[in-house]
């Protein structure tokens, strides 16, 4: 079935850090490919998505672009902020009408 | 932006016990789901449930478990007799339409430690 791999935490950054948190996705055919966030005490929320290849997924400045020739979707980011502090998480769709496979999550923290 | 709810955030249990996690889902969405995300591992499917009747479930979601909505607005999980390895974060989701392409919005969660 359809799996992700993404980057191991936890990541640490300064204040307008450069940020990448790698996700790589084994999948039959061209899913949609999302990132969810969770913030501290929150539930997990939707990032960014894109549904085709070359598609670019872009939200509060973070950006994704499905790449089929690498299965990669990297979620980067040019300055981080303090308030982006939390986990990120890589998904696809399981290989059925309803559910999405999620990645392990990777923890990121910002400092002032 | 309408919230999914979760209660207990925080729910202690003895091995064996019975234990029923509680969602309150947004209040025009047709499909629900559970997830879990055992400590370190990946978040996993569990089951999803739409027009009163469970629509997919993963290998985990095993003869201990089941889901009801027995009201309008809850939605829950129940495990009838839990394990040590029950214990995980869950995660009630719900979204206006099936199919993977829907955005789903999650609570914020359930902490089950089983002892």
């Known amino acids: 079935g359809n799996s992700v791999t993404q980057m191991e935490g936890p990541v640490t950054l300064s204040e307008e850090a450069f940020l990448t948190i790698n996700c790589t996705y084994t999948a039959t055919g061209y899913p949609s490919l999302f990132w969810y966030v969770q913030y501290p005490g929150e539930g997990l929320q939707l990032l960014l998505k894109a549904t085709k290849a070359d598609d670019k997924g872009s939200n509060k400045g973070f950006e994704a672009t499905y790449r089929k020739e690498t299965t990669s979707f990297h979620l980067e980011k040019g300055s981080v902020q303090v308030s982006d502090s939390a986990v990120y998480f890589c998904a696809l769709p399981g290989g059925s009408n309803y559910k999405l496979t999620f990645g392990k999550g990777t923890l990121l923290t910002v400092n002032p | 932006e309408p919230e999914v709810t979760q209660t207990p955030s925080h729910q202690v249990t003895q091995m064996g016990q019975e234990v029923i996690l509680r969602c309150v889902p947004i209040?025009?969405?047709?499909?629900f789901y559970w997830y879990r995300q055992i400590l370190g591992q990946k978040v996993e499917f569990l089951v999803s449930f739409y027009n009163n009747e469970i629509s997919e479930k993963s290998e985990i979601f095993d003869d201990q478990f089941s889901v009801e909505r027995p009201d309008g607005s809850n939605f829950t999980l129940k495990i009838r007799s839990t394990k040590l390895e029950d214990s995980a974060m869950y995660f009630c989701a719900s979204s206006q339409q099936g199919g993977t392409n829907e955005k789903l919005f999650f609570g914020s969660g359930t902490q089950l430690s089983v002892l």
């Open positions: 209040s025009n969405h047709l499909y």
